[in-house]
């Protein structure tokens, strides 16, 4: 019984340590929205392709990460080291959309994607 409360204890102890560590790492990432200036009938044919096309990709000098493009145009990623990247939109598709973005921590940064790259 004294065995079981010394590990609980130990746990909970532990568990309290860490938490202040996993909020802080929290504020440090950051979080890149957006939308693409696409069709939905273009992004649901991207979607049905075999190989899956309807991509958004985040790369940086360090990171490359991807997420799906929702049928309104419609996509984030969250947790990014805060970092300079280049968003594209539909990288493997014929017609690909790409702008330079700031990912900032703890800040939610926007950005629209359009053939202009405006």
Do not use: W
Not at 61 to 78: E, H, I, K, P, Y
């Amino acid at each position: 019984m004294k065995r079981s409360f010394i590990l609980a204890s130990v746990l909970v102890a532990a568990s309290v340590a860490v938490a202040p560590h996993a909020r802080a790492a929290q504020t440090h990432s950051a979080t890149v929205c957006g939308r693409v200036d696409a069709s939905p009938a273009y992004i649901l044919r991207l979607q049905q392709s075999p190989r899956r096309l309807n991509i958004v990709m985040a790369e940086s000098a360090t990171d490359q990460v991807t997420t799906t493009v929702n049928l309104n145009g419609s996509f984030c990623f969250r947790h990014l080291t805060p970092d300079l990247y280049t968003v594209t939109a539909f990288p493997r598709a014929f017609a690909s959309y790409s702008k330079p973005v700031m990912a900032v921590a703890g800040k939610t940064v926007r950005i629209y994607l359009d053939r202009r790259g405006e």
